[in-house]
């Protein structure tokens, strides 16, 4: 590895470091800032970022970002295998899905609510302000860091995936399509919001399976992750694909992602042993080098899977003339 990959990947870390630690040393600040219960933010910039600043502090958040820091770590100094990334999701699950409401907002409302509040000129709150700039912010940091290491529902999709399909029917769906779609429920949603009010996500909760955290249990709610779960024996990560606008959203994120899965094309020998080991759709594109590709949930198995280290989670390289 070069000297100057080094030096930036150590900026990268100690930058994610600070996103985790800074909130805790500006809270009290921040909490006597003038931020209030705060149902929207507004006014004063300095007061909005110390509320924000402040908000980072509680127990969720920084849980939250030393998972997404130790992922990427892991990804940068140690090859995981498929086992070792289930037991890794599984503990996800249990951290945030069960033990820590890191739900509350959940990371879904936190990305619709906003787009509502500025379609109708309502307010955007605190606390979604807070959860959104969490997930920008790892996103920004590492591609998929939020839905890869943090997202209880991502990680029991994956869980799921790990159960074997019948006659091994997995699939792995064309992005064009599964964006299409995620695309088109996005739009429907904001036609839905300018003309209604209502969102289609959340409207009796009929695409926010992050309710299921909240121990609710109605049918709507019951039939959507019992489909989800069900698909997922099949398909990675379904929901997250075909439906999730926090997916659409660090999937937007990814292309200014600072560490991501690259390619170093001198080492592939194109065996495709990635390709076939990897139930992530991602893996084809990124050998073939195209500029849009589908969402890469930084699980680390193609890295694991390359005999030629050729594929390894860091800084974007320039492509030479």
Known sequence: MKRNTIYLSVFCIVLLTI???APILAEGRGRGGGGGAGSGVGGDRNTDISAILAGLSSIKFILGG???LSGLILLKTVKINQNIR???????????????????????????????ALATGGAITLKKATMLAFIGGLSVIGAKLF?????????????VNR??????KKIKLP??????????IFAISLVMVIGTGCDLYTYQNILNPFELFDWHFELVLAVLVGAVLIASVFVYRPFCYLICPVGLLTWMLEHISIFRVRLDREKCNDCKKCILKSSCPSVKAILDG???RPDCYACGVCIDACPKD???????KKTKA
Request: proline letters at 8%.
């Open 19 to 21: 996103l985790v630690c």
């Open 66 to 68: 030393l998972a997404a």
């Open 86 to 116: 289930t037991l890794l999701m599984c503990a996800v699950f249990v951290l945030f899905g069960v033990l820590v409401v890191l739900h509350q907002p959940n990371p879904l409302r936190a990305v619709v609510d906003p787009v509502t």
């Open 147 to 159: 839905c890869g290491w943090v997202c209880p529902f991502g990680a029991l999709q994956e869980i």
């Open 163 to 168: 159960i074997p399909a019948p006659f091994q």
């Open 175 to 184: 992005f064009k399509i599964s964006n299409s779609i995620r695309i088109s």
């Open 290 to 292: 195209d500029t849009v």
């Open 310 to 316: 050729a594929l390894e989670f860091g800084i974007r």
